[in-house]
C-alpha cells in the first residue's frame, strides 16, 4: 500500500521515527593535534556562493558542532497561547561560537523539515540521490531522534526538563552529515556559507553580521545583494516611529539605511541588541571617530618600511604580488598596463599585466579601481586600461568612477595583497615614475640589440613586446617621458617612443611610498573595499554580479602575516584620507588635521617634500592653512630664541606641457601664480608675513629649494629639473606622514580629490643629534630623513658633512650654500629656467636668446660641473614676478573655476 502524506509527514508534537534508520555516518573527528582552524573555509569561498537548497558546504568537514542548551526565557505572548518559552542554544564550531533562542515549535518545524527530507531522498530512482538504507537490527543502525511531545508552556518544571533532552536532540542530529548539512538545518542554526571563514571574523547573526560589517544575501542564489560596513554613523533603532513598521529594527550608518521587518517586538529588540553588541565589541574600531577624525585608529607594531623613487617600491610591489594567494586590489590615478616592476627588463616575468593575469590563473582575485578622466582635460585613456585588463581574466574586475563629469579626482595610489600588506604613496603604477638615486637623463642603450617595437593587437593576451633578450634600456617605449616637453598621447601603442630620445633628455621623477603591513594594511583594504562597494551600487553597469561585493577582513586575524616584506622596522601607523560624499559615500579630511597638528606639535624642525605647495587661507581663494600653521610655528620660534628650521622642496616648474622659454602654458603659469602667492607674493603669502614680524631674519629659519641634475646627450652637456612628486612630511626625526596628498585645497579639503596617507610615528629609538644636544630619534624617521639629505646633498662625495644634526646652524648653512653654489652653476652653464633674473617676459626672451656655455664650449662646461654637490638648488622666487600669471579670461584655462588650481 502506498504511504499517505498524512503517515509520511505526521503534524503531532511526538513526531514517529520509527521508519527514520539510517546506515551508520561518520562522526566528525579531527586527527590528533589538528588545529580545526586549519578546516576552516578559506577566504576566497566568498567569490563561490551557491544556493542553499543545493545543500551547500556550511560546516568544516571534520570539525564537530557541538550544541548546549543554556537556559530558558518565558515571556507572555500577544496570541492565545498565552506564556511562551524561549531556548537559548549555545553553539561551537571549532573557535566559533553563537547563540540563538528557539522556541519547541522550532525543533518541531525542523523535525518535520528533516524528515520530509529523509522520505524524498529514499523515493529519489537516481542512485546519486539515494539514501541507502537497511532495515536489519543488526546493522548497528541509527535512528533519527524523536522529539518529547509538546507540553503546556505554563509549567517551569516542565520547559525546564526539556532543556537536557532538546540539547542531546540537537547533538545527536549534528553528528549527521545528511542532516547536519540539509539547508532547514543551516537556517535553523542561523548559519551560512560566510559563517565559518576566519578572516570575516566570529560568527555573526543570519543576515550575516560580522565584527565590523552586515551584508544580505539572495535566499534563492546565495549572492550577496548588498555590504553594509559599520561607519562612525551606526545606529540600531526599534520601534514603528523609526521604521514604519510595528515590529522593525533600523540599522543606520553615514550613507545607508536597513530595515528589518520581525514577527515581534521581543524579536527586533533582540536582533537589536546582538547586533549593537557585536559592532560595539569587535567592531568597535569603526563605529567612532579617532585622533584627527580618521576612520582607523593609530596601530601600534606595525612593520613599516619607507622607499624613495619607484625603483624599489615597484621592485617590492612585484614581490608583494608573487605572494597574492587571495585577492589584489589596485587603485590609481593612472595605470599603465604594459609597466615593468623590475628593471632593466629581459622578459616580460615582472610587466604588471602579465604578472596580473599569472595570479588571476592561480585563482587569485584581481580588483582594480580607475579614475575615469575628463578625456578633453587629461590623456590617461584609462578606457583602454581597463579593457587591456579585462581581457586578461575573468578573476581581473575594473570599475571606473565616477561617471559624472566632475572637477574632482580619485587621486589616491594603493595596492593591497591579500588585505594585509598595502603599499601607497605618490607613485601610480603608471608610465615615467620608475627612477633610482641616478636620475639618469637619458636611457640610449644598444639600439642595435633592440628589436622594432611591435603595436598592440586586438588580443586577450597582453600586447607584444619587442625581443628583450639583449635589452640595455630602462624605460621601453611610452615610459621614456618629458612631461613639460609633450605630454602622453597614443597610450594603445605602449612600446612605441612618442619623444626623440636621441635629441630630448627625460624628466627624473622623485617620489616616496611606504608599505606597511598587519591592521594599518586591513584599515586600506576597507578603505578600498568601501570606494569599490560604493562604486558598484551607485553605477547601473556594475550592480550585475558580474562585479562582487568586496569584504573587509577581520582585525582579529590582522597580525596573522602570511609573508613579510624585508627592511621593515616597528612603528606606530594611523591611515589617514580625504573622501567626500561623491568619492566614497562620506566626508573626512584627516590629512589636512594631521598636517596641522604635527606642525604645531613639531618641537625641532620640518622637512616638506610635495608635488603642489598651495596654501595660506585667505578665506575666499584658497582654505587650507598648512602654510599659516609654518608661519605661526616660526613666529613662535623666533618669539622664544628657539633654533628652529623649515626645509622645502619643491617641482622647479609644474609638471604641464609647456614651454618655459616664452613663459609656460596658460595650466603651468595658473600653478605658479598660486605656488607664488602662497611662497613669497601678496599679503597672505609667507614670506610677506615673515618680513613683517622679522625682516630679513627668517632666512635663518625657513629654505626653499628644488632638485636639478646633468648629463650627457648628443656630445653635449644637458640639464634636467629632478620633478618632485612626493607627498611627504618629517617632523623632528620622529614623525613622518606619507601619502598622495598635495598641499593645495584639492588633495586636503576631503569635499575635492580623494587621497589616502599614513601618520608614521616611531617606537624604536637611537641616539642622535639635534642642534648639538644629544637626541632620541625614531629609526623610521631618521634613516629616511638622512637618505633624502644624503642624496639631496651628495653627501658619498663630502665625508665631513655630517646628516646627524638637521637644526644646528653648521649644518644648515651647509645646506644653503649647498643650494646657491648649485643654482649659480646651472645658471652658467645652461640658463637654466625658471631663473630670479628673468622677472618679465621681455627679460625671459633676453636671457633664452643668450646662447649657454654647455653649447658654446661643452668641456668648459664640463669642467665647471664637477663642482656641482649633489641636486639641491634653490626655488627661484623671483620668476616672472612682475607678470601676472593668471590665465587671461578670454583663454580656455580662464573659464575653469578657479578652485582647479587650488
Same mark, same amino acid.
Given at each position: ?100 533562542? +528557539? ?168 536582533? *537589536? ?68 616592476? +623590475? ?78 600588506? &598595502? ?27 633592440? *628589436? ?68 594599518? &594594511? ?61 568619492? *566614497? ?268 656655455? &654647455? ?48
Amino acid at each position: 500500500m502506498a504511504a499517505t502524506s498524512e503517515s509520511l509527514f505526521p503534524s503531532g508534537g511526538d513526531l514517529d521515527s520509527s521508519q527514520l534508520q539510517m546506515e551508520p555516518d561518520e562522526v566528525d573527528t579531527l586527527k590528533e593535534g589538528e588545529d580545526p582552524a586549519d578546516r576552516m573555509h578559506p577566504f576566497l569561498a566568498i567569490y563561490d556562493l551557491q544556493p542553499l537548497k543545493t545543500h551547500p558546504l556550511v560546516f568544516a568537514p571534520g570539525v564537530p558542532v557541538i550544541a548546549q542548551v543554556v537556559g530558558t526565557e518565558r515571556y507572555t505572548s500577544g496570541s492565545k497561547v498565552g506564556t511562551c518559552t524561549l531556548y537559548s542554544v549555545r553553539l561551537t564550531h571549532g573557535d566559533f561560537t553563537w547563540t540563538t533562542k +528557539k522556541k519547541f515549535r522550532h525543533f518541531q518545524e525542523l523535525h518535520r523539515d528533516l524528515l520530509r527530507h529523509k522520505v524524498l531522498m529514499s523515493l529519489l530512482p537516481l542512485a546519486r540521490f539515494a539514501v541507502a538504507y537497511s532495515p536489519a537490527p543488526e546493522a548497528n543502525n541509527r535512528e533519527m531522534p524523536s522529539l518529547p511531545r509538546a507540553g503546556p508552556e505554563g509549567s517551569a518544571r516542565h520547559a525546564s526538563s526539556k532543556q537536557k533532552y532538546l540539547e542531546n536532540y540537537l547533538n545527536r542530529l549534528l553528528t549527521m552529515s545528511f542532516y547536519r548539512n540539509y539547508h532547514a538545518m543551516t537556517e535553523f542554526l542561523e548559519v551560512s556559507q560566510l559563517s565559518f571563514i576566519p578572516d570575516l571574523g566570529s560568527k555573526g547573526l543570519w543576515l550575516v553580521v560580522k565584527d565590523s560589517f552586515l551584508l544580505y544575501m539572495s535566499l534563492e542564489t546565495s549572492a550577496i545583494t548588498y555590504v553594509q560596513l559599520f561607519d562612525p554613523g551606526f545606529e540600531v533603532q526599534v520601534g514603528k516611529r523609526s521604521t514604519e513598521a510595528r515590529y522593525g529594527v533600523r540599522i543606520d550608518t553615514s550613507h545607508r539605511s536597513l530595515i528589518l521587518k520581525c514577527s515581534s517586538y521581543r524579536q527586533a529588540r533582540w536582533w *537589536a541588541q546582538e547586533i549593537t553588541e557585536l559592532a560595539q565589541g569587535p567592531g568597535r574600531d569603526f563605529v567612532r571617530l579617532h585622533r584627527h577624525e580618521s576612520y582607523a585608529p593609530p596601530r601600534p607594531g606595525t612593520l613599516a618600511r619607507w622607499f624613495v623613487n619607484g625603483a624599489g617600491y615597484f621592485a617590492a610591489a612585484a614581490d608583494a604580488i608573487l605572494q597574492a594567494q587571495e585577492e589584489i586590489f589596485i587603485t590609481d590615478w593612472w595605470l599603465s598596463p604594459e609597466i615593468y616592476l +623590475k628593471r632593466p627588463a629581459h622578459s616580460d616575468d615582472w610587466r604588471l599585466d602579465i604578472m596580473l593575469k599569472k595570479k588571476a590563473e592561480e585563482g587569485v582575485r584581481v580588483s582594480v579601481l580607475l579614475f575615469k578622466e575628463v578625456e578633453l582635460a587629461l590623456t590617461i585613456n584609462s578606457g583602454y586600461s581597463k579593457k587591456v585588463l579585462m581581457l586578461l581574466h575573468p578573476n581581473i574586475k575594473v570599475m571606473r568612477h565616477p561617471n559624472q563629469v566632475t572637477l574632482w579626482a580619485h587621486h589616491e595610489k594603493l595596492l593591497v595583497v591579500d588585505q594585509v600588506v &598595502a603599499f601607497l604613496g605618490g607613485l601610480d603604477l603608471a608610465y615615467g615614475r620608475w627612477d633610482d638615486l641616478q636620475y639618469r637623463l637619458t636611457d640610449l642603450g644598444d639600439s642595435s640589440a633592440s *628589436a622594432a617595437p611591435q603595436p598592440p593587437t586586438a588580443r586577450s593576451d597582453p600586447p607584444a613586446t619587442p625581443d628583450l633578450s639583449h635589452n640595455q634600456l630602462f624605460w621601453l617605449g611610452k615610459d621614456y617621458s618629458n612631461l613639460i616637453t609633450k605630454d602622453w598621447v597614443q597610450l594603445d601603442r605602449p612600446f612605441e617612443d612618442f619623444i626623440d630620445r636621441e635629441t630630448t633628455p627625460r624628466m627624473p621623477w622623485r617620489d616616496v611610498g611606504v608599505v606597511v603591513h598587519g591592521s594599518p &594594511a586591513r584599515d586600506l583594504a576597507r578603505h578600498f573595499i568601501q570606494r569599490w562597494n560604493f562604486t558598484k551600487t551607485t553605477k547601473a553597469k556594475y550592480k550585475i554580479p558580474m562585479y562582487p561585493y568586496l569584504l573587509p577582513k577581520s582585525t582579529s586575524t590582522a597580525n596573522q602575516l602570511p609573508f613579510m616584506l624585508p627592511g621593515v622596522q616597528c612603528t606606530t601607523v594611523q591611515v589617514l584620507r580625504s573622501v567626500d560624499h561623491w568619492s *566614497a559615500g562620506t566626508l573626512e579630511n584627516s590629512i589636512l588635521n594631521a598636517y596641522l597638528h604635527t606642525i604645531r606639535e613639531s618641537q625641532h624642525f620640518l622637512y616638506i617634500e610635495n608635488q603642489f605647495f598651495i596654501s595660506c587661507s585667505d578665506g575666499r581663494t584658497v582654505l587650507n592653512k598648512v602654510g599659516d600653521e609654518i608661519v605661526d610655528r616660526i613666529l613662535k620660534a623666533h618669539k622664544q630664541g628657539q633654533c628652529f628650521r623649515v626645509y622645502m622642496l619643491l617641482p622647479l616648474l609644474p609638471g604641464f606641457e609647456g614651454d618655459i622659454s616664452t613663459g609656460g602654458g596658460n595650466s603651468m603659469q595658473a600653478i605658479l601664480h598660486f605656488t607664488y602667492r602662497t611662497l613669497c607674493r601678496g599679503e597672505y603669502s609667507m614670506l610677506h608675513r615673515l618680513k613683517a614680524a622679522m625682516g630679513t631674519a627668517w632666512r635663518d629659519y625657513i629654505s626653499i629649494c628644488g632638485l636639478r641634475t646633468h648629463g650627457e646627450l648628443g656630445r653635449h652637456p644637458v640639464s634636467e629639473l629632478i620633478y618632485i612628486h612626493s607627498k611627504m612630511l618629517i617632523a623632528d626625526d620622529r614623525t613622518v606622514i606619507i601619502g598622495s596628498a598635495n598641499i593645495n585645497d584639492r588633495s586636503l579639503l576631503g569635499k575635492r580629490d580623494s587621497e589616502l596617507a599614513v601618520l608614521i610615528e616611531d617606537t624604536e629609538m637611537e641616539a642622535s643629534l639635534m642642534n648639538g644636544v644629544e637626541y632620541q630619534a625614531g629609526r623610521f624617521a631618521l634613516s629616511l630623513r638622512k637618505h633624502c639629505f644624503s642624496v639631496i646633498l651628495g653627501a658619498d662625495a663630502r665625508p665631513d658633512l655630517d646628516l646627524r644634526d638637521p637644526v644646528c646652524d653648521d649644518f644648515f648653512q651647509s645646506w644653503q650654500d649647498t643650494a646657491e653654489s648649485n643654482a649659480n652653476i646651472y645658471e652658467q652653464i645652461f640658463r637654466c629656467l625658471p631663473s630670479n633674473a628673468t622677472r618679465s617676459l621681455r627679460a625671459l626672451r633676453e636671457y633664452v636668446a643668450v646662447e649657454p656655455l &654647455a653649447t658654446v664650449s661643452p668641456p668648459l662646461a664640463r669642467s665647471e660641473l664637477t663642482q656641482v654637490q649633489g641636486h639641491l638648488v634653490h626655488f627661484p622666487l623671483k620668476f616672472l614676478e612682475d607678470e601676472s600669471l593668471l590665465p587671461t579670461l578670454g583663454s580656455k584655462e580662464g573659464m575653469i573655476p578657479l578652485e582647479v588650481w587650488t
